[in-house]
């Protein structure tokens, strides 16, 4: 039974390289460990003797592994092999490399030719010789673009029938770039066709119109164009080029999103009028602009465009003529790079909605998740979100980085989203951003929601105890925390996600005004998870109570051994302190273990261990020795800490020193789920704790 893949295409062009991409993403959610080996690396960057493909699958996914042995042969050298007829070098070294990729990895994704440089029957015998003595099933990437059904099948059934002479392992077939109108279609056909002929059918993925296109900065590198403004804005991807001779007037009706305009660096009207459509809220948003003839706007409108700070668009000035700028970037071939997000996250998302990767791993009987690292945690975070949809509520919603994660959670059918702010600027920055909010967002602005004096009586009927107003209750109402924490009241959202542009203490206020803690529990409190190389602990609580009591340190640990078990963690508790079982004395040991006493009061199905020092709670050495009957001792899994200073300097430290991922806070305690962001948050910190609050409302 073959343990690898061996990824094989048998025409160029067949995005092979995406799937490759996407499908270690999918399978480093399974097994702990996917190793990447391509032994002829055809495609080089300048001045460098690597394939490009090893090179940017080795950035994104943080491979060891040296690129000489990822990517041990060139196609040079392949010929050479050839024709002094020395398959037996070639061969050996191929083996060698592959020894040392393999070491400690479940599977190996073996990355075959890509038919450029070489005649395609040779090629074809090689790939499937590498499959054989590397014990590799061979998945076929076939190109479906422009085909017919029977021209996929039969190519397909064909590429079979070789693959089965050489007596390969055959696991399947993906149809990549699957024209999106006729998608459906042909993917259901395909199934029945292809099953027929007792071809596993992997799945279809469709053919996605940014993959190939080019950012503003491959443009750039390419014409040796000089960035007059928009350099942040360089990741911009030009979906379309057209060359802008005629008024600008009449060349608006040929603009749409995306679009990169070229013109000659003289035509100030048209730099002007793009500059003002990117501006209005009725045009669409141009990817840039490619001034050319080394022609640059005089001293006054150049002044003018830079005073414009927050303009969104790149002008480059070339020195090349129109029609020379237009056929160069037409003729670009783009490749996928490790800082390409955007491609990358399209590639992955692909893959994992489209090509059933559960069904490769049955075939292949991989051993499932044999360590915990955080890969395999993300993964599960969004699978078990994806499980029972639930409808999150985000109050930024005009901020770029939550509305990334609105599409990349909306893409994957994690959640179901609502964004509450003003509606047209949400949808120019979308629009801007290149992104599609439609069917599971909703976007709200609570001024002119007709729930909005609902809400305020509501509020006010919870606070008028408090001596509050109608006025301040229809301010509080105004401020999309407050409104959407009011939808989780109302049970209109399941959970709430903020922080990216508002500070903690303006996140969790209107939870402990309106939602209020679960019964049973007095606190709100939070946890980070720390996400070790093979392992994922919990740490409570490094973000909100400062100075925790005894009583408040019991609620903690309880809320915190119920958060680790709600995310698949057996809770082994640890109240930490300066020392260990009965050793130590003073106010601040006696504080730590009062609150384990209390805990196990109020919990006695938990393990609690306290007071404990961190060594003795993870070490089964030191356990062994500071407290040798201890059920949690040398295997904690929960760590408080008992104070703020304490919890919020040992995440961090342990994050920075030990390269552990810190994804948090996560708040607990609420009757209903609301989390808080890092203001310094990335999208990915964003999407996996929209995920995480699903989760907790799911558990609700």
């Known amino acids: 039974m073959a343990k690898n893949i061996f990824l094989a295409s048998t025409s160029p062009k067949s995005g092979k390289g995406v799937i490759c991409l996407g499908l270690i993403n999918a399978l480093r959610g399974i097994v702990t460990n996917v190793g990447y080996f391509k032994p002829i690396g055809q495609k080089y960057r300048k001045n460098e003797d690597y394939d490009k493909v090893s090179i940017m699958i080795k950035e994104i996914f943080g491979i060891e592994d040296e690129l000489k042995h990822i990517n041990p042969v060139t196609i040079k050298e392949l010929n050479h092999y050839i024709t002094n007829n020395d398959h037996e070098t070639f061969f050996q070294k191929v083996r060698e490399s592959y020894k040392k990729v393999e070491k400690d990895k479940d599977i190996v994704i073996i990355d075959g030719t890509d038919y450029v440089g070489m005649k395609s029957a040779f090629e074809f015998d090689i790939n499937a010789d590498i499959a054989n003595n590397l014990n590799a099933g061979i998945i076929l990437i076939e190109d479906g673009y422009g085909k017919s059904m029977d021209e996929i099948s039969s190519g397909v059934l064909t590429d079979k029938d070789s693959f089965d002479e050489q007596s390969c392992d055959f696991l399947g077939v993906i149809v990549n770039k699957i024209e999106t109108k006729r998608f459906s279609e042909v993917d259901k056909g395909l199934r029945k066709i292809l099953e027929k002929q007792k071809i596993d059918y992997l799945g279809s993925v469709p053919y996605d119109s940014i993959l190939p296109k080019p950012r503003l900065c491959d443009i750039a590198r390419s014409l040796d164009a000089e960035v ?53 809220p009725s045009y669409p948003n141009i990817s840039g602009i490619v001034l050319t003839g080394e022609l640059l706007p005089n001293d006054n409108i150049m002044e003018l465009i830079g005073s414009l700070s927050e303009l969104p668009l790149p002008i480059l000035s070339v020195k090349c003529n129109t029609i020379e700028a237009a056929n160069r970037i037409g003729s670009l071939v783009v490749h996928v790079s ?30 499932k998740i044999r360590k915990r690292t955080p890969e395999i945690f993300k993964y599960e975070i969004i699978e078990r979100a994806r499980l029972i949809k639930k409808r999150i509520v985000l109050p930024e919603g005009d901020d770029d980085r939550t509305l990334k994660a609105a599409e990349w959670i909306r893409a994957r059918e994690i959640a179901d989203l609502v964004l509450l702010g003003d509606t047209g600027l949400i949808m120019k920055k979308a629009t801007a951003l290149d992104l599609k909010l439609d069917s599971g967002i909703d976007i709200i602005n609570p001024i002119e929601s007709q729930k909005f004096e609902d809400y305020v009586n509501t509020y006010y009927e919870l606070r008028k105890h408090k001596h509050y107003t109608m006025d301040i209750a229809q301010d509080r109402m105004q401020d999309t925390i407050y409104y959407g924490t009011m939808m989780i009241h109302k049970g209109e959202a399941d959970g709430l996600v903020s922080g990216a542009v508002h500070t903690t203490q303006q996140t969790i206020r209107p939870a402990f005004e309106i939602v209020k803690t679960r019964p049973g529990i007095k606190n709100a409190s939070s946890i980070f998870f720390m996400c070790l190389k093979d392992r994922v602990l919990v740490y409570g609580d490094c973000a909100i109570i400062p100075d925790p009591s005894a009583e408040q340190l019991s609620d903690i640990a309880i809320s915190s051994a119920d958060t680790a078990k709600d995310f698949g963690i057996d809770p082994y508790v640890a109240m930490l302190s300066y020392s260990t079982g009965k050793s130590g004395k003073g106010p601040e040991v006696d504080r730590v273990r009062e609150a384990t006493e209390i805990a196990k009061c109020k919990r006695p199905d938990l393990l609690v261990e306290g007071p404990i020092q961190y060594d003795a709670a993870v070490d089964p050495g030191v356990a062994r020795i500071k407290l040798p009957d201890s059920k949690v001792a040398g295997r904690a899994t929960v760590f408080i800490f008992p104070d703020l200073n304490t919890g919020n300097n040992t995440y961090k430290a342990v994050q920075r ?39 907790q409302a799911q558990a609700e």
């Open 228 to 280: 007059l403004f928009g350099q942040e804005h360089l990741s911009n991807i030009a979906v379309e080029t057209i060359i802008a001779s005629m008024g600008f007037e009449n060349a608006l009706k040929y603009i749409h999103n995306g679009t990169l305009i070229i013109t000659g660096g003289d035509r100030n009207e048209i730099l002007l009028g793009c500059i003002t459509s990117l501006i209005s």
């Open 657 to 695: 020193s030990s390269g552990a991922i810190a994804i948090g806070p996560v708040l607990q305690g609420l009757k209903r789920p609301v989390n808080d962001l890092s203001r310094g948050c990335l999208v990915e910190d964003i999407v996996y704790t929209i995920a995480i609050t699903a989760i």
């Open 338 to 367: 490790s800082n390409d997000i955007q491609k990358i996250d399209i590639a992955k998302s692909l893959i994992y909605r489209h090509v059933d990767y559960e069904k490769i791993n049955n075939k292949l009987k991989l051993d």
